[in-house]
Every structure is written in structure tokens, then in C-alpha cells.
């Protein structure tokens, strides 16, 4: 499986855009990355997928470079209750399901 | 409301007791998952099911027993636990099993299990 590496922690201005980077240099053609969120105590919440190009939702965009070795989430105007764990997950290139890792910790700042 | 429900939200219980964990969808999906989440740790995938039958088992202790009696309820029987089995319980549903697009996972709120 491809892994991901994700910076620990961010913080972000009320209002301003939130660029999560996730690296995933391992990932393979057919693989997918895909970002969830979870907020303290919940269950993980999905936001958005991609493969090749770049994909936007009602919640956020998600730009995959060229070479897709790496990828951005972009919440364009972060709000506090986007304060939670962000995770970058590549679909598994075998085996059943999603596998979690630690995930960036953005803290938005009033 | 994620159309992912999970019941109790909270369980407190001894070590000699059994207890049943339940999720329940009705998003017509085929797959259902169970992922345990100790205190700041990563989400731990326990047990994979799809179409009702157990495709995964991540070497989870036989202390924890799952049951899949049809797609839209999964279960998570509990006994002779201990301590360090307190976690947060999540289940969680997909279209298909991953391995390709989809809409990705919709998770339940979780069980918030303490052993004592």
C-alpha cells in the first residue's frame, strides 16, 4: 500500500484558506487518494477524492500534482468548526478497506 | 445524522461481562466495517464484511466476535475484555469494498466503550 506523510499540526486564521499538504510518493496508477476529516470524538467524515486531476466539492478542493506524488486539500475559507484531524488515505492497491493514519491536526484560530 | 447509526453511544461494562455493540445503515451499501480508536492513536481496522461475509480480520483478539446477519446490520459482541480494550468503537459503510472509486466511507458516531 501506498503511504501517506502528513505534517502533525496546523493552524489556521479564521476566514483564510487551509492548504493541507499530504505526500504520497509510493502511490500507484490506480490508486486514489481521498481526504476525511474527524472532528473530537466523532466518526471520520468524508470531503472529497481523486485520481489524476483536480477535483472540488461543496467543501473543499483537492489538487493532485502531475507526477501525483503529492496532493493539496484547500479549504478556502476556513472556519473554526473545520478545527479538527485531517487525513490523506491512498486507497489500498490490495486488501479491503481504508487505513488511517495519524493525520494533520489543523487548529483554526479565531 | 450520517445514516450510519450507532448504538448505545456509550457503554461502560466489567471485565466478566459480555455486551453487544450495534450498527445499523440504511444507505444501501454492501460493505461494513468495524475500526477501533484508542486514546490519540490512529483508527485500527478490526473486521471487514461485504455482502454479509467476513473478508478481513485484522489478528483481532477472539474476545471481540462480530456478526453480519444481513448488509444492513453489523454487531460487535464483547466479552471478557479488558482494560486497554476501552476505546472508541466505530463502524462504517461503503457502496463497495474499496479497490477503486466510490464515495468513500460514511461513519457511525461510534461507541464510546469503557472497561472497568
Known amino acids: 500500500d501506498a503511504k501517506t506523510t502528513q505534517p502533525t499540526s496546523m493552524d489556521c486564521a479564521e476566514g483564510r484558506a487551509a492548504n493541507l499538504p499530504c505526500n504520497h510518493s509510493?502511490?500507484?496508477?490506480?490508486?486514489?487518494v481521498y481526504w476525511y476529516r474527524q472532528i473530537h470524538s466523532q466518526g471520520p467524515q468524508y470531503i472529497i477524492h481523486g485520481l489524476k486531476n483536480n477535483e472540488t466539492n461543496e467543501m473543499a478542493s483537492l489538487i493532485i500534482t502531475e507526477d501525483r506524488k503529492s496532493s493539496t486539500l484547500i479549504l478556502p475559507h476556513a472556519t473554526l468548526r473545520d478545527t479538527a484531524v485531517y487525513y490523506c488515505i491512498v486507497s489500498p492497491n490490495s486488501g479491503y478497506a481504508l487505513n488511517f493514519g495519524k493525520g494533520t491536526s489543523l487548529l483554526v484560530t479565531p | 445524522e450520517t445514516g450510519v447509526t450507532q448504538t448505545p453511544r456509550h457503554l461502560v461494562m466489567g471485565m466478566t461481562n459480555k455486551k453487544s455493540l450495534k450498527c445499523e445503515q440504511h444507505?444501501?451499501?454492501?460493505?461494513m466495517y468495524w475500526y477501533k480508536q484508542s486514546a490519540k492513536k490512529p483508527l485500527e481496522l478490526m473486521f471487514v464484511y461485504s455482502l454479509e461475509e467476513r473478508v478481513e480480520n485484522n489478528s483481532v483478539p477472539s474476545r471481540f466476535s462480530p456478526e453480519c446477519p444481513n448488509s444492513s446490520h453489523l454487531f460487535l459482541h464483547l466479552h471478557t475484555l479488558q482494560p486497554e480494550d476501552s476505546a472508541l468503537y466505530l463502524c462504517?459503510?461503503?457502496?463497495?469494498?474499496?479497490?477503486?472509486?466510490?464515495?468513500?466511507?460514511?461513519f457511525g458516531s461510534g461507541t464510546r466503550l469503557t472497561v472497568v
Open positions: 444507505l444501501g451499501h454492501n460493505a
Open positions: 462504517a459503510s461503503s457502496q463497495e469494498l474499496v479497490g477503486g472509486s466510490n464515495y468513500g466511507y460514511t
Open positions: 509510493t502511490i500507484s496508477g490506480n490508486e486514489y
